[in-house]
C-alpha cells in the first residue's frame, strides 16, 4: 500500500463527506483499536470503541482496499458509500503507515514480545510529550480504552456462553505435580496439549497464560498457536486458566529479575502459592482435564478426604522395660504440609495443617534411625503412651505386638472439678482420674510404679486447662483462685457452662447462690391507662424486687453483663430474654421522663408501634385492653360510626373507609394525615368528618376552623353549600378590622374557612376561641416549622386535629415532622427526639395516623391504567432500507444546515422523518412492491394473540390508515376477525360499531388516531395497543381514555410498539426528557411538528453538534 493511497481525498471518496468527517473524529479522539495489523499484510481487523461500537474488517490488495465490512452497518443497497467505522479504520491505517502517533493497537500475532516493548516505548514517548502540550490527550485516551476493552476481550474469550460460541475447542491437560525449590516441597501444574501422539507441555507457560488472560493471541508450539477469535477452552478448563493467570500476574507484581529464584524456574511449570492451592483445587475437581502426577504415577485430580491412607504402626516390647516402634508405608507418603494436604503414588489426600504436621515429625524421626525401627526407653515409652499413643490411633491403624498389649492400660477419663466460695474467693481444684489411677494438674505429685503404660486421653486435658485459663483464674500450690467480682461472674455465667460438658462439678451452696437463677424469664407487660391516656410498660423480674428493678433497667441500657442484688447474688443478663428486652427499649424510644420505678410509660398514639412490635417480641405481653386499641386503630378504615345519610349515596367506598379513619382516630384523640393522592376526594371526606360533628359543634357553640392556601378558601365554601348546605360557613375575609368584626360572630356559626396569610396575620384573635376541629388543607404549606404561619397554627386549640395534604413529604422527613407538630404532637416528640428516630422507626410510628390511598389501591372502583413499552429489532431487509433513507436524509439536512436553509427546508425534513416512521412500520407504506417482511406487525400479532388467549380484547391504534389496512389483512389471514374505524367510515356506522364491540362482537377493533381518538367509548376493550408513536402524546392519551374511563370494570395495559435504535426510539426519549410536550412541540394552529428546534431535528437524525 502506498501513502497516496491513502490521501483524506481518497477516503472521503469512498465513504462520503459525512462518514469520513465522522470517523476521522473517531480516529482522532483515539477510539480506533487496530487488532491485527503488520506492515505488508493483506487483512486487517479494528474494533471501534463508543457508544457506536462495531467490528471492522478489510481486505487490501495490489491497488489498495479490495473489501471493507462493518458488523453493525449493513450494505445500503444502491448506496455505495462505506460507513463512519470504516472511514476511521481507514484513518487509523493511514495514521500507522505515515508513523504519526497511533490511538490504541494490539499486535495479535502469536510472538509479540518485540510488539510489547514497541508499545511500553511509544507509550512513555507519549507521555513525555503530554508534559509539554495537550494534543495527545486522545491518544491517552485510548490507552484508557484500551485497558478497559483489553479486559472485556480477554473475558468474553474465556467465558463467552459455549451455547452460543462456534470456535473451535482446544484440548488443554492440566498436570499438577510436586517440585523442590530451594529445599521447599512446592506443587506445580504444566498446560499439556496432544501433539504427535502423545502430550506435551507448553514450554513458556507464564507468557501463554498472561496473554490468553489478556484476550491476545498466543504460542502453543512451533506449529500451533491459540487465537482467542476461533479457538476456546472447554468451561472446566477456562476457569483454571483464568485462576493461573492471576498467580502469574501477582508472582510478576512481586518477583523482580534479581530475584534469585528466577534462575531455578522451569518455563513448562508454574509454582502455586499455597494460598491458592484452596480456590485452584476446587477448580480442579471438576474439571475433567486436571491431573496428579508423581514420579511414574498419574492418575485424575480426584481427592481423597477419608483420612485413610493405608499406613500403619506396630508397638513391641523392647529392652529394659522399654519398646520398639516400627512403620509400615509412612515413606511412601509425600508430606506437603504448606497445601495441608498428602501424596501417595499419585493420588492426594487432603488431611489439614494439623496432620501433615505430625505426619511430617514422624517421617523425620524414622529417617533419622537407622534400624527399621525406633527403640525407646521405658521413661520414653511412657511419654509415647501419654501423648502419642491416642493422636496416632486416630491417624493410622496401631497394632501391639506380644507382651506389649497386656503392659497398655486405656481406662476413660473422668474429670472432677471443686468449686467453693471463702473470704469472697472463689476457690477451684481439678482431678483427672483414669480407674484407680488419680492425677492432679495443679499440684506437683509422684505416680507409683505399677509396671503398666497408662494411655492418657491429653488432647480432652488439654481443653480442660485451656477452658480453666480462659477462666482468667490464678495457680497456687493447692489449686486455683479468682478474686475479682467481674472475674467471678465471667467464670460461672460463661466458662462453667463449657466446663461442665467436660467435667463433674461439685460446688458448695455458697458458689451455687452466688448467680441469682430465675425461674421464669423476664417480661414486661403492657396496659392502658385510661384514665390518663397513657400505656404502661411493667416489667417484671422473677425474684428481683420492684425497688429493684429500676437498676436492673439502668444496668442492661448500660450494657452490663450482670447485676449485683443487694442480697449479693449476681443477676445475668446476658440471657436471650433479657437481650430481647433490651432490644425492645431501644427500639421503642423510650426517654428518661417516660421511667417509672417499675418500668416505663408513654403517651399512647407514640406507644402504638411498641404494641405492633409486642406482637413478635417473646419477653412482651400485652394486656387485653391494649390489643383491642391496637385492632381498632388497625382496623380504623372498617369502623361503623354512622355516615351523615345525604353523603351515603354520594361516597365512595375508599372515601367512606376515610372517614372511618378520621372518626376513629377522633374517638381517641388522636389526630391524623389525610394523604391521599389527588384527585381522590379529600376535602368530600373532610366535610363528612365536619357533619358528623354538628351536634356537639352546636352544643359547645365551637365551630370547625378550616385553614387552606388563598385560592381554595371560596372552593372551600362552594364545597360546603354543594354537600353540606345546613352547615353555617363564615369566611373572616376583608381588611383588618373587618376580619376581626366577622370573628366576633363565631359562636354563631358552624364552620369558619381561613387563610394560611389571614391566620398568619390574625394569629391571636384565632388562637383566643376554642374549636371542636383544626382541619389544615394542603398542609405541606406549613413544612418549615419556624414560619409565622406554622407558629400561628400551633396556637389554636382544638380537640380534633386533621391535616389534609397530597404531598405529606416533599423535600425530607422534617416536613412530616411539622406537619404532625401542628395536628398531633405527642406522637413524634421534639425535633430533636424525632431526629434520633430511625427511618423504620418512624415509618411503624406514623403508620397507624396517616392514611394514603393511590389511585391504584382502589382499583375495585377506578381501574388502573399501566403502560409498557416493547421495542423491536428491524428485520435485515427493513434495516437495509432505514440506513439508506437516513443516510441520504442526513447529508440532506446537513446540506442546508451549513447553508442556513433548515428553516425553509423544514417541511422537506420532516417528509423524510415520515418515511423513516413508515419504515419502521412496515416499509410497503410507500415502497411499492415491497416482499419482505415488519419486525413490529410480528410482534403485533404476536401481542394480539396473546391477549385474546388471556381472555383480554385489544383496540389497535395507527395514524397511518393504510397500515390499519395492512394490519387486517394480516390478522385475517390468521383467523382474527376486526372492526376497522378510520376517516372513511361513514359518522352513523361508528356508535354501532362500537356497541356491537362492546357486547362481544369480533376479535380486535382497528382504529385511526384521528377518527378513533376522540369520542367514543370502547369499554369493551381493555388492551390498548399504540401501533406508532404521534408527535402530541395528548392525541395518545385521547386514544387510551377509549377504554380507561368511567364504565371500565378491569385494569386497561396499554402497550408502545417501536423500532429500537430507530428514530422512533429518539422520539420517546424526546418526549420523556420534556414535559408537556404538547406545548413545546406543537404550536397553536401549527403544523404537528412545526415546534421542533433546529437541535431537536439534529438530534432525532443524529446530527448532533454538527
Not at 401542628?822 to 415509618?843: C, H, I, T, W
Request: net charge neutral; charged share 25%; proline share 4%.
Amino acid at each position: 500500500m502506498q501513502k497516496e493511497q491513502w490521501s483524506e481525498s481518497e477516503i472521503q471518496l469512498r465513504c462520503g463527506k459525512l462518514s469520513s468527517r465522522k470517523g476521522k473524529e473517531l480516529a482522532a479522539d483515539g477510539l480506533v483499536v487496530i487488532q491485527e495489523w503488520l506492515p505488508g499484510a493483506d487483512r486487517l481487523s479494528a474494533d471501534i470503541l463508543g457508544k457506536d461500537a462495531a467490528r471492522v474488517e478489510l481486505a487490501f490488495g495490489k491497488h489498495g482496499l479490495t473489501e471493507a465490512s462493518c458488523s453493525s452497518c449493513p450494505s445500503l443497497g444502491s448506496y455505495d458509500k462505506s460507513c463512519k467505522h470504516i472511514a476511521a479504520a481507514l484513518y487509523a491505517v493511514r495514521q500507522r503507515e505515515q508513523g504519526m502517533p497511533r490511538a490504541a493497537a494490539q499486535n495479535g500475532g502469536a510472538d509479540a514480545d518485540h510488539g510489547d516493548h514497541a508499545d511500553h516505548a511509544d507509550q512513555g514517548e507519549r507521555l513525555h510529550r503530554s508534559e509539554k502540550q495537550t494534543e495527545p490527550v486522545p491518544a491517552a485516551l485510548a490507552n484508557v480504552m484500551a485497558a478497559f476493552t483489553n479486559r472485556q476481550r480477554a473475558d468474553s474469550a474465556l467465558i463467552r456462553p459455549a451455547l452460543f460460541d462456534q470456535r473451535e475447542t482446544l484440548g488443554m491437560r492440566l498436570k499438577f505435580q510436586p517440585r523442590v525449590m530451594r529445599e521447599t516441597l512446592l506443587l506445580a501444574v504444566s498446560l499439556n496439549v496432544f501433539v504427535e501422539g502423545g502430550w506435551q507441555p507448553i514450554y513458556r507457560l507464564r507468557s501463554f497464560l498472561e496473554r490468553v488472560t489478556e484476550g491476545r493471541a498466543a504460542t502453543i508450539t512451533r506449529r500451533s498457536a491459540y487465537d482467542p477469535e476461533r479457538h476456546r477452552f472447554a468451561e472446566g478448563t477456562a476457569a483454571l486458566i483464568r485462576q493461573l493467570g492471576r498467580i502469574v500476574s501477582t508472582e510478576k507484581l512481586l518477583r523482580s529479575e534479581a530475584d534469585g529464584l528466577n534462575g531455578l524456574r522451569r518455563e513448562e511449570l508454574l509454582e502455586i502459592p499455597p494460598a491458592e492451592w484452596p480456590s485452584l483445587s476446587r477448580l480442579a475437581e471438576v474439571c475433567s482435564e486436571a491431573r496428579l502426577r508423581q514420579g511414574e504415577h498419574e492418575q485424575s485430580f480426584a481427592p481423597d478426604r477419608t483420612g485413610s491412607m493405608g499406613i500403619s504402626f506396630e508397638l513391641s516390647s523392647g529392652l529394659k522395660g522399654g519398646g520398639v516402634l516400627a512403620a509400615e508405608g509412612l515413606d511412601e507418603l509425600l508430606v506437603l504440609d504448606a497445601y495441608g494436604i498428602v501424596l501417595q503414588r499419585g493420588k492426594l489426600h487432603e488431611c489439614g495443617g494439623e496432620i501433615c504436621g505430625r505426619l511430617a515429625a514422624l517421617q523425620q524421626l524414622f529417617r533419622a534411625s537407622s534400624n527399621a525401627g525406633i527403640s525407646l526407653n521405658r521413661d520414653q515409652l511412657e511419654e509415647l503412651s501419654r501423648h502419642v499413643l491416642p493422636g496416632l490411633g486416630r491417624l493410622a491403624e496401631v497394632r501391639l505386638s506380644g507382651s506389649m498389649a497386656e503392659r497398655i492400660e486405656h481406662p476413660p477419663l473422668k474429670a472432677k472439678l471443686y468449686l467453693d466460695r471463702v473470704r469472697d474467693r472463689l476457690l477451684a481444684d481439678l482431678e483427672f482420674q483414669y480407674g484407680e489411677e488419680m492425677f492432679r494438674p495443679f499440684q506437683q505429685e509422684e505416680r507409683r510404679a505399677t509396671g503398666k503404660l497408662l494411655v492418657r486421653d491429653c488432647e480432652k486435658e488439654y481443653d480442660i486447662l485451656e477452658l480453666m485459663g480462659e477462666g482468667r483464674m490464678s495457680l497456687t500450690e493447692r489449686g486455683c483462685f479468682l478474686d475479682g467480682e467481674e472475674d467471678e461472674f465471667h467464670f460461672l455465667y460463661t466458662v462453667l457452662p463449657r466446663l461442665e460438658e467436660f467435667v463433674q462439678v461439685y460446688a458448695t451452696t455458697a458458689v451455687k447462690t452466688r448467680l441469682h437463677v430465675q425461674a421464669q424469664p423476664p417480661i414486661i407487660r403492657v396496659y392502658p391507662d385510661e384514665r390518663t391516656d397513657w400505656l404502661e410498660f411493667r416489667f417484671e423480674l422473677d425474684g428481683v424486687p420492684e425497688s429493684e428493678i429500676r437498676a436492673v433497667l439502668l444496668s442492661l441500657e448500660e450494657k452490663r453483663p450482670y447485676y449485683r442484688l443487694r442480697n449479693g447474688s449476681l443477676l445475668p443478663l446476658q440471657s436471650e430474654a433479657y437481650q430481647e428486652m433490651i432490644r425492645y427499649i431501644n427500639e421503642t424510644g423510650f426517654t428518661y421522663a417516660d421511667k417509672t420505678s417499675y418500668g416505663y410509660r408513654m403517651p399512647a398514639p407514640a406507644g402504638v408501634p411498641l404494641l405492633e412490635a409486642a406482637a413478635s417480641s417473646p419477653v412482651v405481653h400485652t394486656s387485653e385492653q391494649a390489643k383491642q386499641l391496637l385492632q381498632t386503630l388497625k382496623g380504623a378504615g372498617q369502623a361503623n360510626y354512622p355516615l351523615p345519610a345525604q353523603l351515603d349515596d354520594v361516597m365512595r367506598d375508599y372515601q367512606k373507609a376515610g372517614y372511618q379513619w378520621m372518626k376513629t382516630l377522633a374517638a381517641y384523640r388522636f389526630g391524623g394525615i389525610l394523604a391521599d393522592e389527588m384527585g381522590l376526594g379529600k376535602t368530600l371526606q373532610a366535610i363528612a368528618f365536619m357533619m358528623s360533628l354538628l351536634p356537639e359543634i352546636r352544643a359547645e357553640r365551637r365551630p370547625v376552623l378550616v385553614v387552606c392556601p388563598s385560592s381554595l378558601v371560596y372552593n372551600w365554601a362552594a364545597e360546603l353549600e354543594r354537600f353540606a348546605p345546613n352547615m353555617r360557613v363564615l369566611i373572616p375575609d376583608g381588611a383588618k378590622k373587618e376580619r376581626l368584626r366577622k370573628l366576633d360572630s363565631i359562636k354563631e356559626v358552624d364552620i369558619v374557612v381561613a387563610s394560611y396569610p389571614q391566620l398568619r396575620l390574625d394569629g391571636e384573635a384565632y388562637a383566643a376561641y376554642p374549636y371542636t376541629a383544626l382541619i389544615l388543607d394542603e398542609a405541606q404549606s406549613i413544612k418549615n416549622e419556624s414560619t409565622l404561619t406554622a407558629k400561628a397554627v400551633t396556637q389554636v386549640s382544638a380537640e380534633y386535629k386533621f391535616a389534609l395534604t397530597g404531598t405529606p413529604v416533599e423535600n425530607h422527613a422534617a416536613d412530616l415532622w411539622s406537619i404532625f407538630h401542628a395536628v398531633f404532637p405527642r406522637l413524634l416528640g421534639s425535633k430533636k427526639q424525632f431526629e434520633e428516630l430511625r427511618r423504620e422507626e418512624l415509618a411503624a410510628r406514623v403508620r397507624p395516623f396517616l392514611l394514603r390511598r393511590l389511585k391504584s389501591s382502589v382499583l375495585a372502583e377506578l381501574p388502573d391504567k399501566i403502560e409498557t413499552l416493547q421495542s423491536a429489532e428491524l428485520l435485515p431487509e427493513q434495516k437495509k432500507l432505514y440506513a439508506a433513507y437516513l443516510v441520504q436524509l442526513q447529508q440532506e439536512t446537513l446540506k442546508h444546515i451549513d447553508k442556513d436553509e433548515l428553516e425553509q427546508n423544514r417541511i422537506r425534513i420532516l417528509a423524510g422523518i415520515t418515511r423513516l416512521r413508515q419504515i419502521c412500520g412496515h416499509p410497503g407504506l410507500f415502497v411499492e412492491d415491497y416482499a419482505g417482511g415488519s419486525a413490529k406487525l410480528e410482534q403485533l400479532v404476536g401481542l394480539v394473540k396473546d391477549a385474546l388467549e388471556s381472555g383480554r380484547r385489544p383496540l389497535v391504534f395507527s395514524q397511518f390508515t393504510t397500515m390499519l389496512g395492512i394490519i387486517r389483512r394480516r390478522l385475517e389471514d390468521s383467523g382474527l376477525d376486526c372492526f376497522q374505524l378510520d376517516g372513511s367510515t361513514p359518522v352513523r356506522d361508528r356508535v354501532p360499531m362500537c356497541r356491537r364491540f362492546n357486547e362481544g362482537e369480533r376479535d380486535v377493533f382497528l382504529l385511526s388516531l384521528k377518527a378513533g381518538g376522540t369520542g367514543l367509548n370502547l369499554t369493551g376493550a381493555d388492551t390498548v395497543i399504540l401501533y406508532d408513536l404521534w408527535w402530541n402524546p395528548a392525541v395518545e392519551q385521547q386514544a387510551m381514555d377509549r377504554a380507561h374511563r368511567m364504565g371500565q370494570k378491569r385494569v386497561v395495559h396499554v402497550i408502545r410498539l417501536l423500532a429500537r435504535g430507530t428514530i422512533e426510539a429518539k422520539m420517546h426519549q424526546l418526549q420523556q426528557r420534556k414535559q408537556g410536550l404538547m406545548e413545546e412541540l406543537v404550536q397553536p394552529g401549527g403544523m404537528e411538528s412545526d415546534g421542533l428546534s433546529d437541535a431537536e431535528l439534529r438530534e432525532l437524525l443524529g446530527l448532533a453538534g454538527q
